[in-house]
């Protein structure tokens, strides 16, 4: 399924990584090398010393000379200003400790030297280290009383609970393009409320592997609706009626390079792939299904199965995933059936502001659909009286580009074609896509965001399929002759997130829809979404 905001990738999200993470929710766990060397105090990076201070020379010195004190293995104390002196007087404690242990050793001596340095760092920092042992104490209180409510000592929850507002224009659609008018009203116009829950249960045995458990529950669907154009990205979710299982995948490393994901639920290209667009997600990101990243990975959508991220250089990786859909098993009976996807995107960093990502998906489908649930999808006629269609064999290829222009702008895109068959039969059916888009990061205070996303959704430019399969010309002569849609759809969304705390954001946006269902006569609709967004 879709990635939700709070769902993990199976690799940390920024490309320029020179090594692979598990990530799993708001919390990422990294791989911890027991046997690294632990960094000397000229590596601490956020100690407010500066390396011509006494004190920081002098500490320096001792433990150069002693070994009598660490940080952490990410170089940093990873305390806040106000605290940097308590962390300094802690790793004095430290030294200090280690320097009793050399004394009350056989033979273990220190210099005279030494000895004075000591003294004079344990009177600048007296305050600090006479209130070491009441902080320390306060600190195991807090964490007994954490530990004894905690859900788990080996899982952490995420429940992400995402409410919208959503309306639509009347409109008409120009379904059977003949005649130049419009003759189907939209049923979906009525101003509705969707409400999305969803239950993240990582739990992570050691630092290197992470089993990941997801329960969903959508309800109050917009309506019928006339086209995928409309739809949103919580709205892909479907009225679930209840709870269902979304994810139920194991991830984990080999090695500091090499990830894997194996599982029957959400093992896809869009779980997989590490995404360019670092915004993306239906409960904080873009409104629309269709801008939440380029159609041709929803291709096949399969539930389970198994892929690898490798991090083969400093600023290139290579992912691929295999996904499949077995009626009963990987998905109900009534979800999509028998797809054979499998995928392969490379990952490249050539410079620090961008990210680029190109893709390749080859995909089986026994119905001709291509399940992306974003415009033209279909692309075989579906026959009426058995609902059943030719099976299609699709290569698809793609690119996404994402320049972060300064701290507070990105830009970036997308590209995707599709090219399908028919196995053992003459002719094919070709589909593109495209976006563009910026984001302003902190607009208007830190943490917010917004963003400007127009695009083609996906659009059959041509399909020359034997006569009768061909959707375009079906739907405007009824014999499905080849040919391409006679127009082109038009995506507009606009929108703000308004981030009230860590917990709350509020997103109002607009989607405007020029010519949607690749029809010139269809009426323009326009969507007004408000949508809540909780995660704790």
Known sequence: MPKVDGAPHLIQRNQNAKSIEIVSGTETFKPIDRLSQIPSVDRLSDIEFEPTDWAYQALQSLSNRYGCIAGFPDGTYRGVQSLTRYEFAAGLNACLDRLNEL??????????????????????????????????????????????????????????????VVGRTSNEADLFPRDGTPETGDPGTNISLQNLNYFIFNTQFSDRSLLRLALLNFDGLTGSRLTNDVRLGNDFFGDTNGLRINDLNYRFLIGDKFAGIVGTANVNATSAFRGPNRIEGAATGPLSFFAQRNPILNIGLGAGGLGFDWQFADRASLQAVYSTNIPGFFVSSDGPKGHNTTAVQLALTPIDPVDLTVYYVNDYSPDGGLVSFVGDAQLTVVDRLTDESEPLQTNAVGATLNWQVSPSLSVGGWFGYTNSRIPDRSGNVQTTNYMVFLNLLDLFGEGNLGGLYVGQPPKIISSDLPEGNNIPDFFNTGRGRSGGQPGTTTHVELFYRWQLDDNISITPGAIVIFNPGHTPDSDTIGIGILRTTFIF
């Open 103 to 164: 004394l009350s050793q056989s033979g273990g001596s220190i210099s005279s030297e030494d000895l004075a340095i000591v003294e004079r760092l344990r009177e600048e920092f007296a305050a600090e280290l006479a209130t070491l042992p009441s902080r320390i104490d306060t600190l195991e209180a807090r964490t007994a009383e954490l530990e004894a409510n905690q859900f788990s000592t080996t899982t952490k929850l995420t429940v992400i609970n995402s409410v919208a």
